[in-house]
């Protein structure tokens, strides 16, 4: 059975730093996009950050997070991250996890619906 468990959300300052962790347990994603979406009250799920199995190849949903929020991932713990800094109130928003079994041009990063598995979420919320 395939999980994706979430860790590093919490209460931050306006400007300061999380960093979320996402382990997946049951197979490996090595060779699949892994990504990072949010939802916030009220909101659609977005696109937030993803990467392809190599890492050699990420994607930023815009302007908003780009130079700000930075992922990696660690493909021999099976492990996703996401760095968040200068955080923003606006970044308020349960960020959720998620692996694709697609990989190369098929797979499209910022699609909810190119990923099958999804981890529970992890409340970060920035107070002003």
């Known amino acids: 059975q395939v999980q994706l468990v979430e860790s590093g959300g919490g209460l931050v300052q306006a400007g300061g730093s999380l960093r979320l962790s996402c382990a997946a347990s049951?197979?490996?994603?090595?060779?699949?996009?892994m990504g990072w979406f949010r939802q916030a009250p009220g909101k659609e799920r977005e696109f937030v950050s993803a990467?392809?199995?190599?890492?050699?190849?990420?994607?930023y949903a815009d302007s908003s997070v780009q130079g700000r929020f930075t992922i990696s991932r660690d493909n021999a713990k099976n492990t996703v991250y996401l760095q968040m800094n200068s955080l923003k109130p606006e970044d308020t928003a349960v960020y959720y996890c998620?692996?694709?079994?697609?990989?190369?041009?098929?797979?499209?990063?910022?699609?909810?619906?190119?990923?099958?598995?999804w981890g529970q979420g992890t409340q970060v919320t920035v107070s002003s």
């Open positions: 998620a692996a694709s079994l697609k990989s190369g041009s098929s797979w499209r990063a910022p699609d909810k619906y190119d990923y099958t598995y």
């Open positions: 990467m392809s199995g190599s890492g050699s190849v990420t994607y």
């Open positions: 049951g197979r490996t994603f090595s060779s699949n996009g």
